[in-house]
């Protein structure tokens, strides 16, 4: 079962923009994590945020968590080519396993 | 950087046909996921286990898939007898302990059932 929805579906903008994505959730939670994925390649893991944290960054990418809203946003600024991928936040269930949702196709623009 | 291996990278199989896929995790990581993604989609668990014991296998059609990792480390996945359903990335991860901890994944095994 999913836990997280992200929106929007896809999201294209030109490079240089800032993109921002966001994710809902179901259940409480103790922590939300953010997945990049190329095309036709594996995950890697961008960043993770714990129930106690309203905000996090690294590097051009900030996380901020609403627990009472139960939603999560991935903000990336000044947006370049290499951005251009799947974008997916997972929550864990139990503690356990990992559900990630259905993913942002994100695409910069040259 | 320590990375999770996954092998083979692409695999085309008839219907009906057996198929096994490899992963070795990061060294040390006792927890082993195996996921499916279908093409658009966000990944699926199949089967999870921790050192060498399934921890969850509740959404693994066992009627055609087997997992097993004998020793705790590395792992293998097979479908048999493949259908033109099981078409997807087969995706295996790790990580230290629990979900807890980001995991990392290898780069994926491409199943195309003909």
């Known amino acids: 079962s999913q836990q997280g929805e992200e929106d929007p579906q896809a999201l294209s903008i030109q490079e240089g923009e800032n993109a921002t994505m966001n994710c809902s959730y179901k259940?409480?939670?103790?922590?939300l994590q953010w997945y990049r994925q190329n095309s036709g390649r594996g995950l890697v893991h961008l960043i993770l945020?714990?129930?106690?944290?309203r905000e996090k960054h690294s590097g051009r990418l900030r996380v901020t968590l609403d627990t009472s809203k139960k939603s999560s946003s991935l903000l990336i600024t000044a947006s370049r080519a290499a951005d251009t991928a799947s974008y997916f936040c997972?929550?864990?269930?139990?503690?356990?396993?990992?559900?990630f949702g259905q993913g942002t196709r994100l695409t910069i623009n040259p | 950087e320590a990375e999770v291996a996954q092998s083979p990278r692409y695999k085309i199989t008839e219907k009906s046909q057996a198929v096994a896929f490899w992963c070795d995790p990061i060294?040390?990581?006792?927890?082993l996921y195996w996921y499916r993604q279908i093409l658009g989609q966000g990944p699926e668990l199949l089967v999870q286990?921790?050192?060498?014991?399934?921890?969850?296998d509740s959404q693994l059609p066992k009627d055609r898939f087997s997992a097993e990792r004998l020793k705790g480390v590395d792992s293998t996945l097979k479908i048999q007898p493949a259908e033109l359903g099981d078409s997807a990335m087969y995706l295996c991860?790790?990580?230290?302990?629990?979900?807890?901890?980001?995991?990392?994944f290898g780069s994926g095994t491409r199943l195309t059932v003909v």
């Open positions: 286990f921790q050192d060498e014991s399934v921890v969850d």
């Open positions: 991860a790790s990580s230290p302990r629990t979900a807890n901890y980001g995991y990392t």
């Open positions: 945020i714990r129930s106690n944290e």
């Open positions: 997972a929550t864990p269930q139990g503690a356990q396993k990992l559900v």
């Open positions: 060294s040390g990581h006792a927890t």
């Open positions: 259940t409480s939670i103790n922590n």
